[in-house]
C-alpha cells in the first residue's frame, strides 16, 4: 500500500498521469544477466499504442519508452530497472470542457472524494494511459518466460455477440481486433466500425492463456495463483469480470462432470477436459491456464449523457476527443503483461522451495 | 508473502490443518476501545459450520473459538487479536484410503508438486475448514463495519439452473439455502436432494452486497477496490469467477446503455442503474457495491473417478466420508467475512487520507 | 504494518500479552520437509526463561511450548507452523497497584497516548514476555542454519563496568551470566548481586557473531544486511544501541586504518582486521558479522521514584514483584533468535536470485 | 522486498546508478493537496551535494530535480510523485582502472558475489548517490512535518576525535562541517585538511533530533519507533552504529540512574532527563527524540592498498578520482531526509488510531 506497487520479488512501482510529463515504472527484483534493450519493450508498446488501426482511437502518441536505470553493458544488473516514457500528444485543453462535470462511467467523481482534488486532464492517473508503464514491465516478464518456454496468449473472444468460434493463435496478430478466429476478425471490426458510426461503444470478452505453465506456483491461503491474477487482472480499467476454466458455467454442472479425470501423458501427471482451468487449490498443475475477462464499452462517448456539475447542478455532457470504441484490441497486451508479471513472481518465488533448505 | 496473511491495516493471518490440532487467525491492527466477545464470533461460525442442515455435509464440528489475546476487560487494545477453534471432531483414519491417491478436482498433486510434501488428512491446509478462521475474523470486521451502518449480505443466487427471481433480504436466514427469493428455496432444496441421492455435487452463484459503503474506498492503480476484492474472494476454495456490477453481460452492451446516469438524490451523488457496482476507476463511489461468486460443485464425491497413485499408477477412485453436496449455503458467510475483512481494510486506510494533514 | 509481523519469507508474526491466555508465533514460510519437534524449540526456551538462576528474575513459568499446526509425522509441510505457550504463573492482583500510575522507564505512558486504553497487567503486549515467541522461532531458524553449517552466539560483553577481556565461547552456557570469559564471570555475578541487594539494576553489552555466513546476503538500498538486523535486535526491548564490526570506534579512525585489506586464502576470499564486521555496501562478505548491543538497566526497581498518577497528580511509585536485577543473560536467547530468523530470510531470499533464470 | 522500496503509507521507491542515465524516487502516499515545488526540493539537494566545501569532493553535480508526475496545479493529488535527477557529471572513464579490482571498504566484492555482475563505474548502485532520492524525497517528508512544527536537525558531534561542546541549532548550516559548535567548527576543519592532504579519511559521529514528536508514534511489536528508525538510518552507507537517547553509555548505568523522571509541565506530561531518547517501549513520549550515528572514515583513499583482482591474484589499489574525506557534512541532510521519512510514515499510520472507529 497505497496501491502503485505490484508483485513480492518482481515488484513494479508505477508512476503517472496521462497529461502530465512522463509515465513509467520501477521494477525492483528482476534477476540479474539478462539481455534487455528497448526494443524488446518497444514491440510490446506498439501493440498497445492509440493510432494503431481503424478500430481503435486516432490519438498518435509514439510511446517511446527509455531504460533510465538497472542496465550495464546491456544486461540486467540485478538492481531497479526504470522505464520511461515521456508523454508527447498532449492535449490537455481538450479537456478544459471537463474540469466542472463528473463523465459518468469514469472516475472523476471517486477521484475527487477520495482526494479532495482532481486532475482533469484526460483522467489524470485513472486514464488508462497508465497500462502502458504496466505492458512495458509486462515485456521484461514475457521475455524471461519465454526464455523458460512459458508462454501467455491474449485474444478478443468476443465483442458485443460475435464470438470467435475458432482458436487459431498464429492469426491473432493478423487482424485488427486480434482475435483467434480470422472468420470472426471481420464481423467484429464491422461491428466495431458500425458502433462508432453512432458515436457509441461497445464491450467484449477477451480470453488468455498460459501454456507450460510449471505445476507448483501459488501459494495457500490468500495467495491463490487464481487469486492474485484476478487482483492482477481485475486492477485494470473497465474489467468487470473474470473467470477461470469452466468459470461461471461450473454453476450448472455436477461434480461428477467438473472434475477433471488425472491420467498419465507419459511421465507427466495430466488431466482433462481442464475445468480447472490449470490450477487446484490455487496452485498451479501444469495445465493450460484458462483466464477470460469481461470488458465493458468504453465509457467515453460522443452523445449527450445526463450527469451533474461538481457544484452539484444538473447537466449534459458530450465527450468529444480521440477514443476507443472498443476497448479489446488494446487490452489483450495488457492482460498479457500483467499474467506474465504475476506468472513470473510466482515462478521467482517457488525458487525458494524448489532449492530447499532440508 | 508466502500467502497466509492478508490485508493492509486490518490484517489477517490464518494458521492450522483440517485435522491438526486446531485452526485459528491473528488480526493486527484491530482498533483499540471495541467490545468483542466470543458469541459475537460464534454466531458467524455457526452458520459456516457443517451439520447444520440437510443440505450440508453431516459432520459436526462444534467450532467453538477461544480469544487467546487483544482483550482486556472485554475490550480491543490495540494489540493483536488472536482466535482460535481446537478441532475435535478429527477422523483422519478416513482419509488414510486417500494416502496414496490424487483426488480429482483436489489440491492433492497440486501441494504435492509444490512442498514435495503432503499433510493427507482432509486436504490439510487445503481443507474448506481453513474458512473457519476467515469467518472467525470476518466476524470483528462485521462489528465494526455495523457500527458504522455498512451492511454485507450474501445469499445464494442460483443453484444449478435452478435461479432466484426475487431478492428479499429478510428471507435468507430462514432457508437452508441462504437464498433471497423463498420460492426459489424450496426448489434449490429439491435439486441438492436429488444430486446427492445420486452421490454428486452441484454448482452455483452466490451474490453479494455491500450496502452504505461510503465513496472514496480503494487504492490506485493495482489496489483498485474491486481487484483487492477479487482477490479477497477468489482466495476462498470453489470459487471460479467473480464479477461486478453489469459483470459478463456487459460484454454485450453498448456504452451508452452501460454508462450509469448520474444525479444528485438530495445531497447525495448518485448513479443510475448502478451497472457499475459501486465503484468507478476502482473506487467506491456510494452506490451498492454488487458482487457475483462462481461456485463449483464440491470435487468430494462418492462416485467412481479416474486418476492416478502417486507411484504415477492408473486407480479409480470413491471419496466416502461425509461432504457438501453444495457448497453455496456454507460459503454465503465465508464470502461475506471476506468482503468485510477487505472494506474495513480500505475504511481504515482512507482515515489516512480523510484526516489529511494539508 | 501494524508491528506485530517480521521477515520475508520465513515471516513471523506475534502475539500475547504476559498476563493473557498464551503468547505465541505463527511462522510463515518455513521450509518443507524439516524435522522439528517441541523439544528442540524447548531448549531455547529454558534458556530464556525465568527463574533460571539467582542473577534473574525468580519467576517461575514453565514457558511450555506446543505446535498447533504446520507439521504433518514430525516434519514441517510448507504451510505456517504455529508455537503457542499458555501462560501459567499469572499473577495479575501484583500489577494492580500500577493501575492508576506510570512507571517510570516503561511502556505505561506512551501505550495510553497511543490506543487510549492500557492493558496494566504486567505491561501487557509491552512485556519481555513477548520474547518467548520470538527465541521458539528462532529455535527453528537456528536448526536450519545450523544444518547450513551458519552458527549464530551471542555473549555478555559488559555489565556495568565489569568487561569480558577473553572471549572462549564454549564456557558462555556455563556461567549465570553468559559471558564468554569465565574469569569475568564471577565479577559480573558479583555486581549483579551487588545491584540486587540495593534493589536496583544495571546495563550491559551483549555480543552476537555470525559463524560462516555466505557472502551475498542482504538487498540494497534500504534492506542492508545490517540497516535488517538493526530493526531486528532494536527490536527487542530495552535495546539503546546496536554497532557493527568497528561500530562507535570508527568515528575516531582513518580511512587507511577502517579498510580492511582483501586476500585469498586458498580459494576464499577473505578480509582483515574484519572493521567491516563482516558486511560491506550491506551486503554479507563472508566473515564473521559481529555484533554489539547496548542493554539498559531494568526499569522495574523496588525503589522508591518519581511520577505522575494517570489522573496527572504527582506520586511515588515503588515497583514490587519479581524482576531481573540485569537483563543481558536473558537477552542473549533472545538476540540470537533474531539473528537467526533475520539470516535464514536474507538466505531464503537469496534462493531466488542464486538459482536465477538467465 | 527486495529492498529499493521504504515505508508503509509514505512510501518511497528509489533507483539509479551514480553513472546511469538518471537516479531518482517514488513516493507513493504523499497525503494531497500540499503546495510542492521544485524549489522545496531542491534546496536540501543542494545541502547534500558534491562541490560545496573545501572538505567535501570537489565534483561539480548540479542535482538538478524535475518534478516527474503527481502533482497539478503546483499541489499534490494522493498519486505517486517522481522525482528525477538526470545524471551529468559522469567520467565513467575514472573508473575504468577499477574494473577488475576489488576496493577495500567497498561493495565491489559482495555485489559481485550477490549478483555475479557488477556495475563498476563509481559503485553503481552502491553508490553514495543514492542518497540524493532519500533527500529528495526527505524534503518533501520534511515540509510536511514542520507545517505541524515537527522539526528535525542533524548535525556532526565529532571528527575524529575533535568533539562538539557546544550545541547551538542556530550555527549548524553557518560552517562547513555542519557542527553545532562553532568553536569546534574550526578544529574540525582543519582535520579534514590535515587528513585529506595524506590522500587519507576520518570518521565521525552525527547527531540528529525530533523537536515536538507527538506521543504515540510507533509499533508493538517488531516496528517499534527506534527499530524502524535504526533501518532507515543504518541503511545509509558508511553508518556503522546507532544509538538512542543514552545508548552504549546505558550499559554503564543503574536502573536509579536510567529511570526517567515523570512529571507534569502544565498540562504536558514530561520526563526527564530523558535518557530514554524520547521512545518508551517503541512509541514516543513527546520529548525529544536523539539518536547518534557512527560514520566510517571514506574507504577511497588515495593511498596503495592490499587487495586482490576479480581473478583472485594479489594486487594493490590507489583510489584516484575526487572523493570526500569526510562523510559528516553531507551525510547530515541524508540522516535529516531519513528521520522524515520516517517519522512521517508512522504519523500518518497513526491516524488510523487517533481516528478510531469506535
Known amino acids: 500500500m497505497p496501491g502503485n506497487t505490484f508483485g513480492n520479488i518482481f515488484k513494479i512501482t508505477t508512476f503517472g498521469e496521462s497529461h502530465g510529463a512522463a509515465i513509467g515504472v520501477i521494477i525492483d527484483g528482476v534477476p540479474p544477466n539478462i539481455y534487455i534493450n528497448e526494443s524488446d519493450i518497444q514491440f510490446e508498446l506498439d501493440r498497445r499504442k492509440p493510432g494503431q488501426s481503424k478500430v481503435t482511437t486516432q490519438r498518435a502518441e509514439g510511446d517511446k519508452v527509455e531504460i533510465l536505470s538497472g542496465t550495464f553493458e546491456g544486461k540486467t544488473t540485478g538492481t531497479p530497472l526504470t522505464l520511461v516514457i515521456f508523454n508527447k500528444d498532449q492535449r490537455p485543453q481538450d479537456y478544459s470542457k471537463l474540469k466542472d462535470v463528473f463523465r459518468p462511467g469514469h472516475a472523476d467523481y471517486t477521484y475527487l472524494k477520495k ?64 482475435t483467434a478466429d480470422m472468420d470472426a476478425a471481420e464481423s467484429m471490426v464491422k461491428k466495431i466500425e458500425e458502433v462508432k458510426a453512432k458515436n457509441d461503444s461497445i464491450g467484449g470478452v477477451i480470453e488468455a492463456i498460459v501454456h507450460n505453465c510449471p505445476a507448483g506456483l501459488g501459494e495457500p491461503v490468500f495467495d491463490k495463483l487464481d487469486a492474485v491474477l484476478a487482483h492482477s487482472l481485475m486492477s485494470i480499467g473497465s474489467v468487470k469480470g473474470i473467470e477461470f476454466g469452466s468459470g461461471f458455467k461450473c454453476s450448472e454442472m455436477l461434480g461428477s462432470e467438473h472434475n477433471d479425470k488425472i491420467y498419465l501423458d507419459g511421465k507427466k501427471v495430466r488431466t482433462r477436459p481442464n475445468n480447472s482451468g490449470g490450477i487446484l487449490g490455487g496452485i498451479s498443475n501444469g495445465e493450460d491456464i484458462i483466464i477470460r475477462l469481461a470488458i465493458k464499452p468504453t465509457s467515453s462517448i460522443a452523445q449527450s449523457q445526463q450527469t451533474i456539475t461538481t457544484e452539484g447542478k444538473p447537466a449534459t455532457i458530450m465527450i468529444e476527443g480521440r477514443h476507443d470504441p472498443c476497448l479489446c484490441p488494446r487490452i489483450v497486451p495488457v492482460a498479457e503483461a500483467m499474467i506474465a508479471i504475476t506468472i513470473l513472481d510466482f515462478l521467482l518465488l517457488q525458487k525458494v522451495i524448489d532449492n530447499s533448505i532440508a
Do not use: F, P
Open 115 to 178: 482526494y479532495d482534488i482532481r486532475d482533469h486532464r484526460g483522467s489524470g492517473r485513472a486514464s488508462g494511459r497508465e497500462t502502458a508503464a504496466r505492458v512495458a514491465a509486462g515485456a521484461i516478464a514475457k521475455k524471461i518466460l519465454q526464455s523458460k518456454a512459458i508462454n501467455i496468449v491474449a485474444h478478443t473472444l468476443s465483442i458485443g455477440d460475435i464470438k470467435a468460434k475458432k482458436i487459431d493463435y498464429t492469426v491473432i496478430e493478423k487482424n485488427i481486433v486480434r
